[in-house]
Every structure is written in C-alpha cells, then in structure tokens.
C-alpha cells in the first residue's frame, strides 16, 4: 500500500505561482512513477505531468508545457509541482498519484492516489 499527501494548494492571483508538493511513504518510492492530474467542477480528471521513477523522463499535457514543472526527490520520498504563469483555467482540485509503471497520459491509470489539493486562481 502507498499513502499519498499532497500540500501546497491555496488561492493565488492570475500569473502567479504555486508549489504542490506530495509525500509518498508505504513502499519503496524509487520503484515507483510519478504523477499529477487535476479536476475542474463539472469536468473529467485529466492528466498534468508524469515522471519517471529516476526523475529522467518527463512527460506534460500541452495545456501546462512551458509553465509547470514536474520534480522528484527520491530521498524525500516527495513530487513537486511546480506551476507558474497561472491562469484561471488552471483552477481545479490537484491529485497526486503513483503507479509502477510510468504515467504519460489521461490514459494511464495510477493505482494509488492522494486526496486532492484546491488550486483556485483568481483574475
């Protein structure tokens, strides 16, 4: 079992930033890819970034390319997001998740998941 923390969402103004950060612990995190979705009200969660078990390979939904940045610490067993030039399309709820097996997409299916942090950008 993998337990997920996520932290670091809030309120904050159009262009500026955030960092989300999601403590992993349970198993061992290094085995493990990394990944962010989000959920606007009303809308179906989408995919943001993913990274690869080394922090080698990333991988942005087209929507965040050039403003958010995906991170890991494998000795803080610890993603970041990274979110900059926010905009108000970008208000949603953050969900961190994990999966063996690398996370690219809407498509792929993370076997665990955190409890979501509010990011509400206002204009």
């Known amino acids: 079992q993998v337990q997920l923390v996520e932290s670091g969402g809030g309120l904050v103004q159009a262009g500026g930033s955030l960092r989300l950060s999601c403590a992993a612990s349970?198993?061992?995190?290094?085995?493990?890819?990394m990944g962010w979705f989000r959920q606007a009200p009303g809308t179906e969660r989408e995919f943001v970034l993913g990274?690869?078990?080394?922090?080698?390979?990333?991988y942005y939904a087209d929507s965040v390319k050039g403003r958010f940045t995906i991170s890991r610490d494998n000795a803080k067993n610890t993603v970041y997001l990274q979110m900059n030039s926010l905009k108000r399309e970008d208000t949603a709820v953050y969900y961190c998740?994990?999966?063996?097996?690398?996370?690219?997409?809407?498509?792929?299916?993370?076997?665990?998941w955190g409890q979501g942090t509010q990011v509400t950008v206002s204009s």
């Open positions: 998740a994990t999966e063996i097996l690398p996370i690219t997409s809407t498509q792929s299916l993370p076997t665990y």
């Open positions: 349970g198993r061992t995190f290094s085995n493990y890819a």
């Open positions: 990274i690869s078990r080394s922090g080698g390979n990333t």
